[in-house]
């Protein structure tokens, strides 16, 4: 099985930019679909980009879609976050998560792996 480590959060003013780190080990992440979801306090854990195994194809959630930006390296084992023009509503906690399944999925359901997650949050 793979272990997750998020980091890269902190505190950013709105319209800022932060990048965040996903570092895999164990298996590669080339065995896994890989996504990045965030949870705001009070609600529930939500889909906001993913990765398919291949690499070729990103999914993204329509509120973020053209600000974030996800990415892999696989030489360094590691999911990427890039996040710009921040926005208030953006703040959450950020979680990087694995599912070896065939397909890409949006829900949080589907995913076996989690890391421990990463703050972000932006002031107005």
């Known amino acids: 099985q793979v272990q997750l480590v998020e980091s890269g959060g902190g505190l950013v003013q709105a319209g800022g930019s932060l990048r965040l780190s996903c570092a895999a080990s164990?298996?590669?992440?080339?065995?896994?679909?890989m996504g990045w979801f965030r949870q705001a306090p009070g609600k529930e854990r939500e889909f906001v980009a993913a990765?398919?195994?291949?690499?070729?194809?990103?999914y993204y959630a329509d509120s973020v879609k053209g600000r974030f930006t996800i990415s892999r390296d696989t030489a360094k084992n590691t999911v990427y976050l890039q996040m710009n023009s921040l926005k208030p509503e953006d703040t959450a906690v950020y979680y990087c998560?694995?599912?070896?399944?065939?397909?890409?999925?949006?829900?949080?359901?589907?995913?076996?792996?989690w890391g421990q997650g990463t703050q972000v949050t932006v002031s107005s």
């Open positions: 998560a694995a599912d070896p399944r065939a397909y890409v999925r949006r829900s949080p359901i589907w995913y076996d792996y």
């Open positions: 164990g298996r590669t992440i080339s065995t896994y679909n």
């Open positions: 990765v398919g195994r291949s690499g070729d194809s990103t």
